[in-house]
């Protein structure tokens, strides 16, 4: 059975969304059992770390569908805001507070961080929406087809977004 690129990122974020929520409800039952041992200073051996479902690598492969979707711009905009959300959950947990959602300081070591892949992903994910977009106006104007053609393909608006700029800052770290 094949996979249809059109739909795939789509349930791949939706499974991930669904693994955050569980992730959080099971960060939740560390804490509390952490809580419990404090109080009743019952034994020394510490609390197991909570299960992990949600890793970088899982956000990656998201990333990894958003950039082969073959939906332009708007997939690159949803990978960049993965990432984003990611960058967020190490660099800004007063966001997360803002928008109600418990973001316990003791969670940070567990939760997915981006890496160099993922910068990548998202870069790639731009590199492939400029090349749709392209071949897309190309195909839809016979003077915007001229234009392509002169300029080998590759699309005339060279804007880097600010992922793309933080992610080569932090590769180079």
């Not at 929520?21 to 404090?38: C, G």
């Not at 510490?46 to 997939?75: D, Q």
């Amino acid at each position: 059975m094949a996979s249809n690129p059109k739909i795939a990122p789509y349930k791949a974020e939706e499974s991930l969304a669904k693994l955050w929520v569980e992730q959080q409800h099971l960060f939740r039952q560390w804490d509390a059992e952490q809580q419990q041992q404090q109080q009743t200073n019952a034994s020394s051996d510490p609390v197991s770390p909570p299960t992990i479902l949600l890793t970088t690598e899982s956000v990656n492969l998201v990333l990894h569908a958003w950039c082969y979707s073959n939906k332009g711009e708007l997939a690159a905009e949803r990978a960049e805001r993965l990432l984003h959300w990611m960058e967020d959950l190490h660099h800004n947990s007063s966001h997360f507070e803002s928008s109600n959602i418990p973001l316990a300081e003791s969670w940070s070591p567990y939760l997915p961080k981006p890496n160099f892949q993922s910068y990548a992903t998202v870069i790639n994910a731009w590199s492939q929406s400029a090349a749709y977009e392209s071949s897309r106006s190309a195909s839809t104007n016979s003077a915007g087809g001229m234009e392509a053609k002169k300029s080998g393909g590759r699309a005339k608006n060279n804007v880097v977004s600010a992922a793309t700029k933080a992610g080569f800052q932090r590769a180079q770290r």
